[in-house]
Nanobody
Framework: QVQLVESGGGLVQAGGSLRLTCASSVRAFSIYTVAWFRQAPGKEREFVAGLSWTGTTHYADSAKGRFAISRDTAKPTMYLQMNSLKAEDTAVYYC???????????????????WGQGTQVTVSS
């Protein structure tokens, strides 16, 4: 039973933009904390951005000023708008959701109980 499905990844040149979408079939998604993680080849998974159900956002230092997380509770869907992309942003991006009221930034992501299958983002330099 698929709960989160990402889309929107692809190949883009450095300096370009992409918007990732995560469609959800999770009940009560509107009151879940949601987040985006990524994992580059040979590296550990890392937190990118998170949004609590109250609207509080958190961003990794690497994402601040370039990425924006948002959600549309009516659909329900979450997004990651990525601008000014760099080669080091190349990774598989995963969306996640969980009932915790706060954004957890740990790479383990234990507070997120639902995960998508991932979408590849490749930034060419």
């Amino acid at each position: 039973q698929v709960q989160l499905v990402e889309s929107g990844g692809g190949l883009v040149q450095a300096g370009g933009s992409l918007r990732l979408t995560c469609a959800s079939s999770v009940r009560a998604f509107s009151i879940y904390t949601v987040a985006w993680f990524r994992q580059a080849p040979g590296k550990e998974r890392e937190f990118v951005a998170g949004l609590s159900w109250t609207g509080t956002t958190h961003y990794a230092d690497s994402a601040k000023g370039r990425f924006a997380i948002s959600r549309d509770t009516a659909k329900p869907t979450m997004y990651l708008q990525m601008n000014s992309l760099k080669a080091e942003d190349t990774a598989v991006y995963y969306c996640a959701a969980g009932p915790s009221g706060r954004v957890s930034t740990s790479r383990e992501g234990l507070e997120y109980v639902y995960w998508g299958q991932g979408t590849q983002v490749t930034v060419s330099s």
